[in-house]
């Protein structure tokens, strides 16, 4: 069956602008996860959902980062006035259920460069 | 100078022979932990997992051992294929808190054929 995908792939923003990026989970699956990579480091918690409730923010670095999932389903990261150290891979990840024991399966990623 | 972080530990073996990834885990509460591998241009890919009251587990041509005593992990690769060249990360997950996932430093490893 199909994966976790991502769009876009490749996103390229100039500093200040708000892109959006958007994640389309396993289907039937109630948690999503979303991450942050940096260049040669491992990826980095931002946020969780378990169907369309947010029960975890706490790694959202600014509040220019939002996330959402309003139908339980697709979600969307959405990051306004750019910066540079935004630049990183988005990865989205999403398991069957709720148990800590779930499998995550991840997405290809978003790779966003801010110039 | 030199950002930390932008080179990642390396491992070179040569096809065939046997591939040991070590990790050091930081949370004593974690329960659960997992090794990914992510090949370029790739999401972490899942290969074998083990919680925290088992200190091994085989799969296939793949063995994850547990040491909470010294909170390290390592994952043992048999008979290394060329395919297996990638970067290899362990995670964590701590029981009660969100099910989110705590990477550790990556592994790159290269095999030569």
């Known amino acids: 069956g199909a994966g976790v995908s991502q769009s876009p792939r490749y996103k390229v923003a100039k500093r200040g602008q708000d892109v959006a990026l958007r994640c389309d989970p396993i289907?039937?699956?109630?948690?999503l996860f979303w991450y942050q990579q940096a260049l040669g480091q491992g990826p980095e918690f931002l946020t969780y959902f378990q169907n369309e409730a947010q029960l975890d923010k706490s790694g959202l670095p600014s509040d220019r980062f939002f996330a959402e999932r309003p139908e339980g389903s697709v979600s969307t990261l959405k990051i306004q006035r750019t910066q540079q150290e935004d630049s990183a891979v988005y990865l989205c990840?999403?398991?069957?259920?709720?148990?800590?024991?779930?499998?995550?399966?991840f997405g290809p990623g978003t790779r966003l460069t801010v110039l | 100078g030199e950002s930390v972080g932008l080179h990642l530990p390396t491992l070179s073996v040569q096809e065939g022979d046997n591939s040991i990834i070590n990790c050091a885990y930081s949370?004593?509460?974690?329960?659960?932990f997992i090794w990914y591998k992510q090949e370029s241009g790739k999401g972490p890919q899942f290969i074998i997992d083990i919680r925290s009251n088992m200190d091994k587990r085989q799969g296939q041509r793949v063995t994850v051992l547990l040491n909470k005593t010294v909170k390290h992990l390592s994952l043992q690769i048999a008979a290394t294929q060329p395919g297996d060249s990638a970067v290899y990360f362990c995670a964590e997950v701590t029981q009660g808190g969100s099910e989110k996932l705590v990477f550790g430093k990556g592994t790159k490893l290269t095999v030569n054929p």
């Open positions: 949370n004593s509460a974690s329960d659960y």
């Open positions: 990840a999403s398991s069957s259920d709720r148990r800590s024991t779930d499998t995550q399966y």
């Open positions: 289907s039937g699956h109630v948690s």
